[in-house]
């Protein structure tokens, strides 16, 4: 699948690192570095622009290191881009650690798979067909 892209940071587009990979990382495009303190959010741009074909996103998710190693993760996990966003791909990033975190230019931030999705159109009906949970909701299992 091709898609367009608008590259106007200063590393080269995203890639996918391994044959088998599902996300590509995104990179943080700044001037100057950023001081991400504990608890604290910030949107990182990216410099990328992209166009996705009709029936796909982009989801923004975080990078297993970064979260497990330093405690940074992407905010609203995934985070999508609709097809029709034309502006700038950014990463709202959180610290979940005690620690101040810093982002330098072409910092590797968070990962980006595109995947295909449906749109729903609501059936309004009276009663929905038994099923073996039923309404059991949170913790149904009791695992």
């Given at each position: ?46 410099g990328i ?50 620690e101040d ?43």
């Amino acid at each position: 699948m091709q898609v367009k892209i608008i590259n106007r940071s200063h590393h080269p587009v995203p890639r996918y690192e391994t044959p088998l990979s599902a996300g590509m990382d995104l990179r943080a495009n700044i001037d100057t570095p950023i001081v991400l303190r504990p608890l604290e959010r910030k949107l990182i741009p990216t410099g990328i622009f992209i166009a996705l074909p009709e029936g796909y996103e982009a989801q923004v998710r975080p990078r297993s290191g970064l979260a497990l190693k330093k405690g940074i993760t992407v905010l609203n996990s995934p985070g999508t881009i609709d097809a029709d966003y034309r502006g700038e791909v950014g990463v709202i990033l959180v610290n979940l650690s005690q620690e101040d975190f810093l982002i330098s230019d072409g910092d590797r931030i968070a990962q980006m798979v595109i995947s295909r999705f449906e749109q729903a159109e609501w059936v309004c009906v009276e009663t929905l067909d038994e099923t073996e949970r039923g309404t059991g909701g949170f913790g149904h299992s009791g695992v």
